[in-house]
């Protein structure tokens, strides 16, 4: 293995580092066409990115080598405008894998946008990260069941504990299938080409 590859191994990309590199994923961007989608897609609400973070974020993706800027002149202002590289491709591609397939089916702000760009993925790819997830959140539940068994003789706000997180799981468990008969569908696709338009 090349450095430059070890290097990229060890690269990671925190919460909104992962949200800013999939925005400009989707085309060439300048950090005001960031904040404009963030804000028409309501992303605010289902992630935790400020409206100043921006530039300091996309900063970082560029130092760690995952962005390219170029300068251009729109109305007599100057834009910098970021494109994503190809190893900044590769990398957001494996975190879209990675958080999709170890979902545990709790509350999981990665996971919300992991799933807004499943597009990333082939249909393959797809599949196996949703079935990897939904085995991991099967098993969980069974563990929740049988300690809800041994506990049963104990009053309701302990047995709550398990009975709310086990519903909970349930409906995630339905929501994950539900995702997996549409990608068998072709549902899961996009045209690359059209990909955030």
Same mark, same amino acid.
């Given at each position: 293995?090349?450095?430059? !590859? +070890? ?14 590199? =999939? ?11 960031? &904040?404009?989608?963030?804000? !028409?897609?309501? #992303?605010?609400?289902?992630? &935790?990115?400020?409206?100043?973070? *921006?530039?300091?974020?996309? +900063?970082s993706? %560029?130092?760690?080598g995952?962005? &390219?800027?170029?300068? %251009? %002149?729109?109305? $007599? ?6 494109n ?6 590769? @990398? ?9 397939? !170890?979902?545990?089916? +709790? +509350?999981? %702000? ?6 807004? #760009? ?11 990260? *949703? ?5 991991? *959140? ?5 563990g ?6 041994? $506990?049963?003789?104990? /009053?309701l ?7 709310? /997180? @086990?519903? @909970?799981? =349930? ?5 994950? !299938? ?8 072709g549902?899961?696709?996009?045209? /690359? ?5």
């Open positions: 293995m090349s450095t430059q !590859e +070890k290097s990229n191994t060890k690269l990671s990309l925190n919460h909104a580092e992962f949200i800013v590199l =999939g925005l400009i994923a989707e085309y060439s961007s300048h950090a005001y066409d960031i &904040n404009k989608r963030i804000e !028409e897609r309501g #992303m605010r609400d289902w992630t &935790n990115i400020g409206r100043s973070s *921006i530039y300091r974020v996309i +900063k993706l %560029e130092k760690k995952l962005t &390219n800027k170029w300068i %251009e %002149e729109v109305d $007599n202002r100057t834009l910098k405008v970021y994503i590289t190809e190893n900044g491709s590769r @990398i957001l591609k494996k975190k879209v894998f990675n958080v999709i397939s !170890e979902f545990m089916g +709790k +509350k999981d %702000e990665d996971f919300y946008v992991a799933f807004s #760009m499943l597009p990333l993925l082939t249909q393959e790819e797809q599949i196996k990260a *949703i079935n990897h997830s939904l085995d991991k *959140i099967k098993k969980h539940k069974k929740l069941e049988r300690m809800l068994k041994q $506990n049963s003789h104990t /009053p706000n302990v047995r709550g504990l398990f009975e709310h /997180p @086990i519903r @909970i799981l =349930g409906t995630d468990i339905e929501f994950l !299938e539900w995702v997996l008969e549409e990608i068998k569908k549902g899961g696709q996009i045209d /690359p080409e059209s990909y955030g338009k």
